[in-house]
C-alpha cells in the first residue's frame, strides 16, 4: 500500500494569515501516461463528512474558495491556505487515487492561533 | 442535488453481522463507481472498498477482505455493505462516497453524512 504521511499533526494559525500542511507518499503518484498527480485533499469540520477542496494535486473544486491551493508533484504535496478565516478550522486529509487501495493522510488539525 | 443517504448502522456484539445501504439522488447512479470510507472515532479516514458500475469488479482493503461485501442496485439507486465478523475495531462511522463515471482511479466528490457501527458486547 502507498503510505501517506501528512505534517504537521496539528497547526494553530492567526487570522488572515497563512497555513501550510505537507503530505508526503511513499511513492510517486504522478502518472507518466498523463502527467497527473493523483492527489486529492479534504476538509473535514467537525460532525461533518469530508468534503473535497483540492484533485489532481493543485485542481481547485468547483466553489472552494481560491484562498485554498495545491501545489506538487512526484511524492511531496502541500495544501496552502491563505488569509486563513475562522470557517477554515477543520481536519485536513489528503489521499492517493494512484492505487485502487486508496489511502489517506492522517490527518493534520487545523484550528485559529 | 447529489444527495447520498447511509443507514443501516447500530449496536452489534462481536462477531455479529450488519447491513449497510447507501440511497444516492441527483445524479445517474448507474454512472458511477462508488466506496465505502470509514473513520473509528476520533481517528482518520479509511477506505474500505469500491464497486464498478456494473458491480462486475469490487475491491477491499486487507483490513475487511473475507468479511465484508460490496454490492449497489442500480435499479434502486442503492449501494451496500454487508458486514460480518465484526470486531470491536470496525467501530466507526461508514460514508457512502462518489467516485466518478470514467476510472477507478479518482477522488471522491460527494460523501454521505454516515452512518455508526458500534461493535461491543
Known amino acids: 500500500d502507498i503510505v501517506m504521511t501528512q505534517s504537521p499533526d496539528s497547526l494553530a494559525v492567526s487570522l488572515g494569515e497563512r497555513a501550510t500542511i505537507n503530505c508526503k507518499s511513499s511513492?510517486?503518484?504522478?502518472?507518466?501516461?498523463?502527467?497527473?498527480?493523483?492527489l486529492g485533499w479534504y476538509q473535514q469540520k467537525s460532525g461533518q463528512p469530508p468534503k473535497l477542496l483540492i484533485y489532481?494535486?493543485?485542481t481547485r473544486e468547483s466553489g472552494v474558495p481560491d484562498r485554498f491551493s495545491g501545489s506538487g508533484s512526484g511524492t511531496d504535496f502541500t495544501l496552502t491556505i491563505n488569509s486563513l478565516q475562522t470557517e477554515d478550522v477543520a481536519v485536513y486529509y489528503c489521499?492517493?487515487?494512484?492505487?485502487?487501495?486508496?489511502?489517506f493522510g492522517q490527518g493534520t488539525k487545523l484550528e485559529i492561533k | 442535488e447529489v444527495q447520498l443517504v447511509e443507514s443501516g448502522g447500530g449496536l452489534v456484539q462481536p462477531g455479529g453481522s450488519l447491513r449497510l445501504s447507501c440511497g444516492a439522488s441527483?445524479?445517474?447512479?448507474?454512472?458511477?463507481?462508488m466506496s465505502w470510507v470509514r473513520q473509528a472515532p476520533g481517528k482518520g479516514l479509511e477506505w474500505v472498498a469500491n464497486?464498478?458500475?456494473?458491480?462486475?469488479?469490487?475491491y477491499y482493503a486487507d483490513s475487511v477482505k473475507g468479511r465484508f461485501t460490496i454490492s449497489r442496485d442500480n435499479a434502486k439507486n442503492s449501494l451496500y455493505l454487508q458486514v460480518n465478523s465484526l470486531r470491536a475495531e470496525d467501530t466507526a462511522v461508514y460514508y457512502c462516497?462518489?467516485?466518478?463515471?470514467?476510472?477507478?482511479?479518482?477522488?471522491?466528490?460527494?460523501w454521505g453524512q454516515g452512518t455508526l457501527v458500534t461493535v461491543s458486547s
Open positions: 462516497a462518489r467516485g466518478s463515471t470514467e476510472s477507478i482511479y479518482r477522488y471522491f466528490d460527494y
Open positions: 441527483g445524479f445517474t447512479f448507474s454512472s458511477y463507481w
Open positions: 464497486i464498478k458500475q456494473d458491480g462486475s469488479e469490487k
Open positions: 511513492q510517486s503518484v504522478l502518472s507518466s501516461s498523463n502527467n497527473k498527480n493523483y
Open positions: 489532481w494535486a493543485s
Open positions: 489521499q492517493q487515487y494512484y492505487s485502487k487501495q486508496y489511502t
